[in-house]
């Protein structure tokens, strides 16, 4: 079954930098579309990024355009959010999303996604 798994949240100033991690299993990984979410408390998620793990394009909300970035280790089932000048409105749940059913011309920021870690705090003061 498919499963994702967050790791590397924690409490980081402003200006400050964070990789989150999500470990894959269950799927094809480089056959999914793959995006990362917050949450804020008594809020939706929101999308943050987006990208289709065989290649294609790579999306962001402009709130984090310039200074987020999906990496991936393909071989690792483990993508990356690479969080640079952290602020404090960017304190929130952050989760990672996957499904199977979208393609790299389908898969983006308003994708909905099947599957879900479950989650991992980032504090920014």
């Known amino acids: 079954h498919v499963q994702l798994v967050e790791s590397g949240g924690g409490s980081v100033q402003a200006g400050g930098s964070l990789r989150l991690s999500c470990a894959a299993s269950?799927?094809?990984?480089?056959?999914?579309?793959m995006g990362w979410f917050r949450q804020y408390p008594g809020k939706e998620r929101e999308a943050v990024a987006a990208i289709y793990t065989g290649g294609g394009g790579t999306y962001y909300a402009d709130s984090v355009k310039d200074r987020f970035s999906i990496s991936q280790h393909i071989a690792k089932n483990t993508q990356y959010l690479l969080m640079n000048d952290l602020k404090p409105e960017d304190t929130a749940m952050y989760y990672c999303?996957?499904?199977?059913?979208?393609?790299?011309?389908?898969?983006?920021?308003?994708?909905?996604?099947?599957?879900w870690g479950q989650g991992t705090q980032v504090t920014v003061s």
């Open positions: 999303a996957a499904d199977l059913r979208w393609t790299r011309y389908t898969c983006g920021l308003s994708s909905v996604f099947l599957y």
């Open positions: 269950g799927y094809t990984y480089s056959s999914a579309c």
